[in-house]
């Protein structure tokens, strides 16, 4: 089956700085690739999607990035600001294929203010 | 429209007794999920149902059962617990139109602790 694989666990930056999280995953058919957002205490809810047939996909100051051939991909926030702290889980799944999302292990992004 | 409810938020179990998580959503989705979270684990599937009738075996099935009781309702049940089946679950649902059937919608989760 399919593997996701998600660094760092952790990462602290500074409000305004960039943060970076990577996925790699394991299974070349994986076509659909979310990103969710948890804030303590609170229920997971998708902040972006990217499918395999596009490279890159923005919404504000978010953004994610695939590469097909290296099956990795990942997740840009830009200007972090303090309500960006939680933790970010990515995903792999084959689409129409039971909708069966495989998740990373989650990172937890601490922004300083 | 109150989305995907699950309940209990909150149960304590002693190893061996039984307990029925129930879930139940109100946007006509098709598909519905349980998922548990441990941490570093991210979050892994225990049980899924693509339509009302079908379940089927996630990643993390032993331990568990499942009932899909109709459209809106889908039920997580342990037999007899374990320690190892402490962790927070969450039920989700997807679907149904086009482009929508991947994006989940999860419950505010089930926190459970077996002793």
């Known amino acids: 089956g399919e593997n996701v694989e998600q660094h760092p666990s952790t990462l602290s930056v500074q409000e305004g700085d960039s943060a970076v999280i990577k996925c790699t995953y394991s299974?070349?058919?994986?076509?659909?690739f979310p990103w969710y957002k948890q804030e303590l205490g609170k229920r997971p809810q998708l902040i972006i999607d990217?499918?395999?047939?596009?490279g890159e996909k923005k919404d504000q100051r978010i953004a994610v990035t695939l590469n097909k051939t290296a099956k990795h991909f990942s997740l840009h926030i830009t200007e972090t600001q303090p309500e960006d702290s939680a933790v970010y889980f990515c995903?792999?799944?084959?689409?129409?294929?039971?909708?069966?999302?495989?998740f990373g292990g989650g990172t937890r992004l601490m922004v300083k203010p | 429209n109150a989305g995907v409810t699950q309940t209990p938020k909150f149960q304590v179990l002693k190893t061996g007794q039984s307990m029925t998580l129930q879930c139940a959503q109100d946007?006509?989705?098709?598909?519905m999920y349980w998922y548990r979270q441990d941490p570093g684990m991210g979050l892994r599937l225990i049980y899924y149902?693509?339509?009302?009738?079908?379940?089927d075996k996630g990643e993390v099935p032993n331990g568990y059962n499942v009932s899909r009781l109709n459209k809106r309702e889908f039920s997580l049940r342990l037999e007899s617990a374990a320690p190892s089946q402490t962790s927070v679950y969450f039920c989700?649902?997807?679907?149904?139109?086009?482009?929508?059937?991947?994006?989940?919608?999860f419950g505010s989760g089930t926190q459970l602790s077996v002793l």
């Open positions: 995903a792999a799944s084959i689409r129409n294929a039971g909708n069966m999302l495989t």
């Open positions: 299974d070349s058919a994986s076509n659909y």
């Open positions: 990217i499918r395999s047939n596009v």
């Open positions: 946007m006509n989705h098709n598909s």
């Open positions: 989700a649902s997807s679907g149904p139109g086009p482009g929508e059937g991947e994006k989940l919608f």
């Open positions: 149902s693509a339509s009302e009738g079908t379940t």
